[in-house]
């Protein structure tokens, strides 16, 4: 009889991995994050048994099928015989549940290996993912951290993160801190919004808390999108408006954007070289001269003062805060905020 495990039970299995069997095209599409893809065709395999399926028959497309399989079955063994020692369940799915998954998972049961099929594949799992997204009001609520740029918000969620304070970390996710700047920080920057929703519910689950921080966003982060619910969900949130020096928010702006790239002066010549529409092309030309002469700190002290600060006074104006965080050292900042989320959970009175 088929082992099978339906997708809600499955996500909250504490020790276990995810097998995605549907080919790397698929995979990359949309997935279960950390899921482990062994193909059981390849891309132009899949898309040729297709053809066969939809243009000659089923039963031919079986036979086609079970051919470029077959090859991979060795493989496939291998590696879930070892995982399953070391996890409580391993999970296999293709797109819908059906027969790619089904005949992986009964070809290992009967060799001795125990693994489960996901009831509905990869389907279900986008369906559960959005069904959590949409009603993401009935499972959490936001303390959102605001302030200009620099003041050390991502550093400050970071820092929560290690205090074991229940946080979402939205640019991370992304892989892109949401400005012109944005994707400098990253050395992969390509994420779907599929696997970008996948992401938040999954790192969502994990957090076993009702109340996250998290960081004040725009709808948009680099290529993806926050979906609107939880997006609102945020904005209706608790505000915390983050304040400190102007040398420590070029400290920050330095440690992001010149000391962790390899290479940052390619990164932010190309950056500053799409601010010109907005600065001029004098002053992009100053900046380039700047970074050329390592001058990173005038860089980032006058794009602070003179675009980003302007830019953003508008949105930070428009919130009443429920808490106000002015830091000189940014433990201070962690300190206030831990004891502030403990509050607002029930933890202090």
């Given at each position: 009889m088929l082992k099978t495990i339906d997708v809600k039970n499955a996500l909250y299995v504490e020790k276990k991995v995810f097998i995605d069997i549907r080919s790397p095209f698929e995979h990359q599409d949309g997935t279960i994050p950390e899921a482990i893809n062994l193909p059981l065709f390849n891309d132009e395999e899949r898309v040729e048994v297709g053809k066969i399926y939809k243009n000659n028959s089923v039963e031919e497309a079986k036979v086609k099928g079970v051919k470029f399989a077959s090859s991979k079955l060795a493989h496939i063994y291998e590696i879930l015989s070892e995982v399953s020692k070391t996890n409580e369940a391993v999970i296999v799915f293709c797109a819908r549940g059906g027969l790619r998954s089904s005949s992986v998972v009964n070809f290992l049961n009967n060799l001795g290996v125990a693994v489960y099929q996901l009831q509905g594949g990869y389907k279900s799992f986008r369906k559960f993912t959005l069904e959590y997204l949409e009603n993401i009001h009935n499972y959490?609520?936001?303390?959102?951290?605001?302030?200009?740029?620099?003041?050390?918000?991502?550093?400050?969620?970071?820092?929560l993160?290690?205090?074991?304070?229940?946080?979402?970390?939205?640019?991370?996710?992304?892989?892109?801190?949401?400005?012109?700047?944005?994707?400098i920080s990253f050395d992969e920057t390509d994420v779907t919004q599929k696997n970008f929703e996948a992401l938040l519910v999954d790192n969502l689950i994990k957090a076993k808390s009702k109340f996250l921080i998290v960081e004040s966003e725009s709808k948009r982060i680099g290529n993806v999108f926050i979906p609107n619910s939880l997006h609102q969900q945020i904005m209706g949130?608790?505000?915390?408006?983050?304040?400190?020096?102007?040398?420590?928010?070029?400290a920050?702006?330095?440690?992001?954007?010149?000391?962790?790239?390899?290479?940052?002066?390619?990164?932010?010549i190309k950056s500053i070289i799409n601010l010109k529409k907005r600065v001029g092309k004098e002053k992009v030309s100053q900046y380039i001269d700047y970074i050329a002469s390592k001058k990173y700190e005038e860089v980032a002290k006058e794009l602070m003062l003179n675009?980003?600060?302007?830019?953003?006074?508008?949105s930070i104006a428009k919130y009443d805060y429920d808490l106000y965080v002015n830091y000189d050292k940014i433990e201070k900042a962690v300190k206030q905020l831990k004891h502030y989320y403990n509050q607002v959970e029930g933890k202090i009175k």
């Open positions: 959490h609520e936001f303390i959102v951290l605001h302030g200009y740029t620099g003041v050390g918000k991502t550093q400050i969620l970071d820092k993160q290690d205090e074991k304070i229940p946080t979402l970390n939205l640019e991370a996710l992304a892989k892109n801190t949401g400005s012109v700047f944005g994707n949130g608790r505000h915390v408006l983050i304040e400190t020096t102007v040398n420590n928010r070029i920050t702006l330095m440690d992001d954007y010149v000391n962790k790239p390899a290479n940052p002066d390619e990164g932010l675009y980003y600060d302007p830019l953003y006074k508008h």
